[in-house]
Nanobody
């Protein structure tokens, strides 16, 4: 069982920055692929950034060049640095810990609200 706790959300003006953190406890962390998803009102939850256990990263086109995902395996924490934020980035942001092997559980955090508004 893996527990994920996100933090770092809040209200920021357009063009500003935030860094989200996702702290994991329990279970294996180092080998898991980790992802950040977001869900805006009336929209489906969508993957925006992912990082493999080996550190390879990928991004949705909507955030590429502005957001950076990273991980600290010693701290069992994954981060999402968000720069040049736009109003359309407003959403609840969720951390996901992928399954160790296909068919085994993945895990979600409770989400953290990010609001970009002047």
């Amino acid at each position: 069982q893996v527990r994920l706790v996100e933090s770092g959300g809040g209200l920021v003006q357009p063009g500003g920055s935030l860094r989200l953190s996702c702290a994991a406890s329990g279970g294996s962390f180092r080998s898991r692929n980790m992802g950040w998803y977001r869900q805006a009102p009336g929209k489906q939850r969508a993957l925006i950034a992912a990082i493999t256990g080996g550190g390879a990263t990928s991004y949705a086109d909507s955030v590429k060049g502005r957001f950076t995902i990273s991980r600290d395996n010693a701290k069992k924490t994954v981060y999402l640095q968000m720069n040049n934020l736009k109003p359309e980035d407003t959403a609840v942001y969720y951390c996901n810990a992928g399954p160790l092997v296909p068919g085994t559980p993945d895990y979600w955090g409770q989400g953290t609200q990010v609001t970009v508004s002047s």
